[in-house]
């Protein structure tokens, strides 16, 4: 009783100190999975490679024949192409071996643009040569033709592999391309969006159709900023975390369909839930500070001055009810969040720091689960 008397003394201290393409129809077969190593068997990679360019030529003659412009070869698109073509021998469709569509594969090498195509097929030698025989089967299926005749697109990417005696073909068209070097995305199966990588997120990423499947994002942890343009356009959008406080918020006028934004305290993710009148959820911790065995922190220091008291205690308090006029450090933050909730600071924090003033705690318990501190308290 004596000590339930001292925990709300506690309580009542700080109550009176404190007042976030289009793409053809294909059949679906399945091969088992093979290894890299054998894709090539009984042919060379450089008479493939010189394939792939006969097939560009061949499109572009006919472009030519139709009064359009020549599309470029370019390397991004070929390697997608190419990773593209393997996928094709273990799961031939356009969607890819793990379900997803084949979009996705834009994402993994940087590819941001706002029309994409992409023609398969699957052929075996009959005394022809081979481009010239996957050419003109495109050229005789509606689909493939429109794709291949598109005055929208302006680049291509050709990647094949040979496996079992057959040729299997990936063309992939876009128009105008944005490459980043240092910016990938994926979209999973569950709709969960994830960008990653060390430079801007592009203002356009290659979602096409795929935007109403976004339910989730994550914004990587070293990610220098989001941008609300394409995530705008996600309608289905319920929920956006930002790995990275520092993570600048670019295209802010746009308002993200998503209710609940993940992120940390004071960072330009929390500043845009307050505008846009967003829940936001503190993530605890920093990831860009260092581990609590790489400096000397005092866990409960919510002030920085290098001891704990109830002054710290306060503080969360204050903090908790009006952040935007009680200033705390990414460092304090780390330091006063004492109770390993995952909900950042909260009053359980305030109140295990105050426990150590009537010698319920000490500063050696720190950080306690909040299991622990709720043995304590009853």
Not at 57 to 75: C, D, F, I, P, S
Not at 109 to 135: D, F, L, Q, R, W
Request: aromatic share 8%; net charge negative; with cysteine.
């Amino acid at each position: 009783m004596k000590k339930f008397r001292k925990i709300i003394s506690c309580i009542s201290v700080l109550a009176m100190c404190v007042t976030m393409g289009s793409f053809t129809d294909m059949s679906i077969r399945n091969v088992s999975a093979i290894s890299e190593d054998s894709l090539s068997t009984g042919e060379n990679d450089s008479k493939l490679e010189d394939y792939c360019e006969q097939v560009v030529e061949l499109v572009n003659k006919e472009r030519a024949k139709q009064g359009l412009t020549k599309l470029t070869y370019n390397e991004a698109l070929k390697k997608a192409s190419a990773k593209r073509a393997t996928e094709l021998v273990e799961y031939y469709s356009h969607d890819r071996p793990d379900k997803r569509n084949c979009v996705t594969i834009l994402g993994e090498y940087g590819i941001s643009t706002m029309k994409h195509a992409e023609n398969i097929a699957t052929t075996y030698p009959h005394g022809v040569n081979p481009p010239e025989n996957v050419v003109n089967g495109w050229l005789n299926s509606s689909g493939h033709r429109a794709n291949i005749l598109n005055p929208d697109y302006k680049n291509i990417g050709v990647g094949i592999a040979y496996y079992n005696g057959g040729y299997y073909w990936v063309q992939i068209f876009s128009s105008d391309i944005i490459l980043s070097d240092d910016v990938t995305w994926g979209l999973d199966n569950n709709g969960t969006l994830t960008v990653d990588g060390t430079g801007d997120m592009p203002d356009k990423l290659s979602l096409f159709s795929l935007r109403d499947n976004v339910r989730k994002a994550v914004i990587g942890e070293n990610m220098k900023s989001m941008n609300c343009y394409d995530l705008s356009m996600c309608k289905n959008l319920s929920e956006i975390t930002v790995l990275n406080p520092e993570c600048q918020i670019n295209n802010s006028g746009y308002n993200i369909k998503a209710d609940t934004i993940y992120g940390y305290a004071g960072s330009p993710a929390q500043t845009y839930a307050k505008d846009k009148n967003k829940t936001f959820v503190t993530i605890s911790g920093n990831p860009n500070q260092t581990t609590t065995t790489d400096r000397n922190i005092i866990y409960g220091d919510a002030d920085g001055d290098g001891k704990v008291s109830i002054a710290d205690a306060v503080l969360i308090m204050q903090y908790i009810i009006n952040h935007d006029d009680f200033y705390i450090s990414e460092e304090c933050l780390y330091s006063a969040d004492v109770v390993n909730t995952g909900d950042g600071l909260t009053t359980m924090d305030a109140l295990a720091i105050q426990l150590i003033d009537i010698n319920l705690l000490s500063i050696e318990d720190f950080p306690i689960t909040s299991e622990k501190l709720q043995e304590i308290i009853t």
